[in-house]
Each structure stands twice: as C-alpha cells, then as structure tokens.
C-alpha cells in the first residue's frame, strides 16, 4: 500500500546531517511506492532541498523564519504541524538524535499516534511497516507496527543505509509561510562544548577511551589514532566522572547510542551501561591490560596490552597503510 511519507531534515552548521538521507532510505521502505517529501525548517534553508532530493525525496517544503534558526520545540512544533496539515501525510520519519527524540513525542501526542522510536530496521509485510528497535539495553528486539493514526517514527543513525546520491533526480522546491507565535523559549546563544570534527553519534569509525586513560592527557593519542582514522573520540562514563574530558563525548545507557563500522574501546572494562550505548557496532576492538576485563566478552578482536603503547602502534600502522593506499 502507497503512503506519501514526510522526512524531517536535520540541519547542523548550514547542512542536512547524514542521518536525513538515512531517513529518507526508511521513508522510502515505509512508502511502498508513495512520495517522499522533504521538509526543512530553519532560516534561510530553502537552499538545501535539492541535497535532500539527490538522496530520493520527490519534493521539500522549506519553512524559513527567523525565530526558527536554532531549534526550539515549541518552533519545530508549529513548522512541522502546519506542513503536516498542508500535506497530510500517512507518515513521518526523523532521525533518533537529540531533537528527533524530543521533537517525535511531541507530535506523535498532537496528532494522537503511536511512535515507534530508536527503529534500527524497517521492512514493508503485508501491508504494514515493521519497525526493529533494542530493548533490554541491546540484548533483544523487538518488532513493532502501528495499528491506527500516522506512522511516526525514529530511526537510529548509522543503521540504515541512505540511498545513493543521483544529482540528476530534480524534484520541486517550495517555501511554506507559518506564523510562530507563543514561544515560550528562546535560544540567545549557543556554547558547544563537542569537539571539532565527525559528529560522535554518525561516525564510521569511533575510538573510546575509559577509566584506563588515566587523565585528560591520556586521551591524545586516542584522538590522533581517531584523527587519522577518519573517526571521532567518544568516552565511559567512568572517564567522564573523573573529568578526562567532557560529558558530551559520553557513550552509553545514559550517554549516547552508536553504531559504527569500527568500535576501538582502550582502557574500558565493559560494565553494562556502556555496552548498552556500543554493543551493536560491527566490529568492536578491545584493548585493556585486564584480560579478565568484560568489554572482551564483546569484542570481535581483543588485545591485552597498555593502551599507551598499543594505540600508538596502531596509528603508525595506519598512517602507513594509508600513504601505500
């Protein structure tokens, strides 16, 4: 059964994130057929919908406002309902980021309709969408449909595959005029506290350090190994608690879910709340001196070893498969 599936664009330093395009894959499943239309809310944004259309939207609608230029969900709200009124879709997917698992909620509760979120897979049976999500922290899953009212939905980044890119697809852009009014936040400034570089949550490749690093300092070598992996640093719990670097960078039950192609976890031991965050990556390289540690009942490959002379090893490794490549 066609649907005409909206897609919300996630935006960040002026361009759509990689988890759009993977949601636009999922609409497209979802869809069966259907349209995909895009949508972009921000100011001056209009200019993105033709990226959103070379990775399989059929049309973008842009809200532009001013007071929609950073993220409010009291804004969002109001854009995305009046674009939902205007195309009345059977559908909406976003992204399960830090607006997505705010934002979903709060329309999936307008709109009284269920919401299936952090979906790692989506599948067209019978006529129904069947959405996979984690639950129990990653040891099992669980398939969900939605029965009555507007499929919503989160999916996880780095689960789903985006289409390939075709700039020759064309498709129309449009501008919708919505009226903000009754904000009851207003963004004055924006502090980041991240690190420069791939965001943590859509990287290919992440290498974590834990308690094992010893100090702030003992991250370095972890973000050069990061650096020239083309990848991000991300950290336990237990290294965020002694202050070896910021909470932003923290992954795992209360941290932030990954998923990349590479997991290098050093100096972490593997308690459960951590693997609750990196457990499904594809392949997880444990380096740790313990070789009792748990993290290694996870791990594809393991190596007990100091980190600090392990994980420079590995970079100058790298950086000499890379300049033979």
Request: net charge negative; with cysteine; glycine share 10%.
């Amino acid at each position: 059964m066609s649907r005409k599936m909206l897609v919300l664009g996630e935006i960040r330093d002026g361009a759509l994130r990689n988890v759009t395009f993977e949601a636009v894959a999922a609409a497209k499943i979802a869809a069966d057929g259907g349209e995909i239309v895009g949508v972009v809310i921000g100011d001056a944004v209009q200019s993105l919908g033709n990226e959103f259309i070379h990775y399989g939207a059929d049309k973008v609608v842009a809200v532009e406002n001013a007071q929609l230029s950073q993220y409010t969900s009291d804004g969002y709200a109001q854009a995305l309902l009046a674009v939902i009124e205007a195309e009345n879709p059977e559908g909406i997917i976003m992204g399960h980021t830090a607006l997505g698992k705010d934002l979903a909620p709060r329309i999936a509760g307008k709109l009284k309709s269920g919401l299936v979120s952090d979906a790692t897979s989506v599948e067209e049976e019978g006529g129904n969408t069947v959405f996979t999500r984690p639950i129990y922290s990653g040891k099992a899953f669980e398939k969900k449909i939605i029965t009555d009212g507007m499929i919503i939905a989160t999916i996880r980044p780095n689960n789903i595959n985006p289409l390939e890119k075709d700039e020759s697809r064309s498709g129309e852009v449009t501008s919708q005029s919505v009226e903000i009014k009754d904000l009851r936040t207003v963004i004055k400034e924006v502090i980041r506290k991240a690190t420069d570089g791939v965001d943590l949550s859509e990287a290919k490749v992440v290498v974590a350090g834990g308690r094992g690093v010893k100090s702030a300092d003992g991250f370095e070598p972890l973000k050069e190994l990061a650096d020239v992996l083309g990848g991000a640093v991300g950290a336990s719990r237990g290294a965020c608690d002694a202050d070896y670097c910021d909470y932003s960078l923290q992954i795992g039950q209360t941290g932030k879910v990954v998923t990349p192609d590479l997991y290098i976890a050093c100096g972490i031991s593997g308690a459960i709340q951590h693997l609750a965050g990196m457990s499904n990556s594809k392949v997880i390289v444990a380096i740790n001196k313990d070789p009792e540690a748990n993290i290694f009942k996870v791990a594809d490959y393991g190596i007990v070893g100091d980190l600090f002379e392990v994980v420079p090893m590995l970079t100058e490794e790298f950086k000499k498969l890379k300049v033979n490549a």
